[in-house]
């Protein structure tokens, strides 16, 4: 019922900065909790950041201080600023998103590739 289509990876030098963004589209009304995972090759995939409907926050250890996470209620969208990246951040981003609806539902975009070498 929800679509994430994220956009916004490449490759950047250590340091660098990106801005990934994804947009939700579907039928369901709200989504409660949106936020990016990422799974670098041969490693588990793993929680970046959330943001809930009200604005609460929580990003991993690994990047708190260098990545922010945003979200647009009425556009259904969440960007994830990403500063002072480092050669370890090299991973498939993944949007993702909750919808709770008397059960929980869980969406995933098709992922976005972040390289950061020189």
């Known amino acids: 019922q929800v679509q994430l289509v994220e956009s916004g990876g490449g490759l950047v030098q250590p340091g660098g900065s990106l801005r990934l963004s994804c947009a939700a589209s579907?039928?369901?009304?709200?989504?409660?909790?949106m936020g990016w995972y990422r799974q670098a090759a041969g490693k588990q995939r793993e929680l970046v950041a959330t943001?809930?409907?009200?604005?609460?926050?929580n990003y991993a250890g690994s990047v708190l201080g260098r990545f922010t996470i945003s979200r647009d209620n009425a556009k259904n969208t969440v960007t994830l600023q990403m500063n002072r990246l480092k050669p370890e951040d090299t991973a498939v981003y993944y949007c993702?998103?909750?919808?709770?609806?008397?059960?929980?539902?869980?969406?995933w975009g098709q992922g976005t590739q972040v390289t950061v070498s020189s």
């Open positions: 993702n998103a909750v919808v709770v609806s008397g059960l929980e539902y869980r969406y």
């Open positions: 579907g039928s369901i009304f709200s989504i409660n909790v």
């Open positions: 943001v809930t409907s009200g604005g609460t926050r």
